[in-house]
């Protein structure tokens, strides 16, 4: 009893402007039997804890990422920057943009490229020698992009998703996780895909996902500049 009224007060303690809880939802809400902490050990921002045998709550410290949800079998936690809605709107996007062939990256990812593409373009002149203009220097194009703040937001329904809006394939960017404060987002992440494409496989779909920490240069907009 001491661990369901710890977790009937947890949930109740996270809901917030990031992320809604559906308390009627969770699997020891339902049974009262199973001990299911999934969405504790895949919170990456230490919002969801478990201390010293105790389940505790740091709302602040919640970053909306969405590895928590993700990693609920019942969707009892339900992400709000970006909605599920908003998300796969902006899948749509991307699959359009690259015809075909969308990228999921988390942020540590995006602002590696952005950093490397600017230092290319100092090196090669941009705003130097050469007289070329700011604005055709390369960069990502944001169009083709699904940025978010770790691939732990990333779940079986998108990646089906992905497929069901007739992308090729798809890829997904990671930073590298060692020593990332999202780590367990990343780990999960993986499994995910695997889930994901032995899912699709059993109804005959061959649809497959890269994990990649290189960012592809088909989102760069001068890719033949570098």
């Known amino acids: ?80 920057t970006p909605t599920d809605a908003e998300l796969t709107c902006v899948l749509k996007r991307s699959i359009v943009a690259t015809k075909g062939h969308p990228v999921i990256a988390c942020e540590k990812a995006v602002r590696a490229a952005d950093k490397r593409l600017a230092d290319a373009a100092k090196l090669q002149g941009w705003r130097g020698a050469l007289g070329l203009k700011a604005k055709d220097a390369p960069a990502l194009d944001e169009a083709m992009l699904v940025e978010v703040p770790c691939l732990g937001r990333v779940d079986e ?22 020593g990332c404060e999202h780590e367990p987002g990343g780990m999960q992440v993986m499994d995910v895909i695997e889930s994901a494409e032995a899912l699709m496989g059993a109804f005959g ?12 240069s088909r989102l760069t907009t001068t890719a033949s500049a570098l």
């Open 157 to 178: 329904s998108l990646i089906a998703a992905m497929a069901a809006y007739r992308a090729l394939d798809g890829t997904l960017v990671c930073a590298h996780c060692e």
């Open 205 to 216: 779909s061959k649809f497959s996902v890269e994990f990649t920490d290189e960012m592809p």
């Open 1 to 80: 009893m001491a661990f369901l009224d710890s977790l009937i007060n947890l949930l109740s303690s996270i809901e917030s402007d990031k992320i809604a809880v559906h308390d009627e939802r969770c699997v020891v809400m339902r049974n009262r039997n199973v001990e299911c902490l999934r969405c504790v050990r895949a919170c990456t921002s230490g919002a969801l804890a478990l201390e010293n045998g105790e389940l505790k709550v740091h709302p602040e410290k919640c970053i909306g990422c969405g590895t928590c949800a993700s990693a609920c079998p019942t969707s009892a936690i339900e992400v709000r």
